[in-house]
Nanobody, 127 residues
Framework: QLQLVESGGGSVQAGGSLRLSCGSSGIAVHFYAIGWFRQAPGKEREGVSRISSIGTGQVRNYAASVEGRFTVSRDPNENVVYLQMDSLKPEDTAVYYC??????????????????WGQGTQVTVSS
């Protein structure tokens, strides 16, 4: 069983940066494609970014709203996936989740494609 844990959330002013981390206990995350999602109050969960598993070229995907501002990466030695968030905007405020895709069908930003989820970490950006 893969258990994911996010950390690194917090409160920043617009234009600031945060780095989220997604780690696991037990099975190494690098065997899975890892997606980052977010959910703001009253809104549906949306895909933010994804990095494919090690051995598949580490393909990266980004939502149009974060392209050029967010960067997803892996540190296999530390068994961690990062989401570096720069130039943050108030509309980035949400609970952020990481999730592991064991290879299910669907587009990268479809939550149904992911089998394992972390508990989420709050990101608040003030204007």
């Amino acid at each position: 069983q893969l258990q994911l844990v996010e950390s690194g959330g917090g409160s920043v002013q617009a234009g600031g940066s945060l780095r989220l981390s997604c780690g696991s206990s037990g099975i190494a995350v690098h065997f899975y494609a890892i997606g980052w999602f977010r959910q703001a109050p009253g809104k549906e969960r949306e895909g933010v970014s994804r990095i494919s598993s090690i051995g598949t070229g580490q393909v990266r995907n980004y939502a149009a709203s974060v392209e050029g501002r967010f960067t997803v990466s892996r540190d296999p030695n530390e068994n961690v996936v990062y989401l570096q968030m720069d130039s943050l905007k108030p509309e980035d405020t949400a609970v952020y989740y990481c999730a592991a895709d064991p290879g299910l069908e669907g587009t990268w930003d479809n939550p149904g494609k992911y089998q394992y989820w972390g508990q989420g970490t709050q990101v608040t950006v003030s204007s």
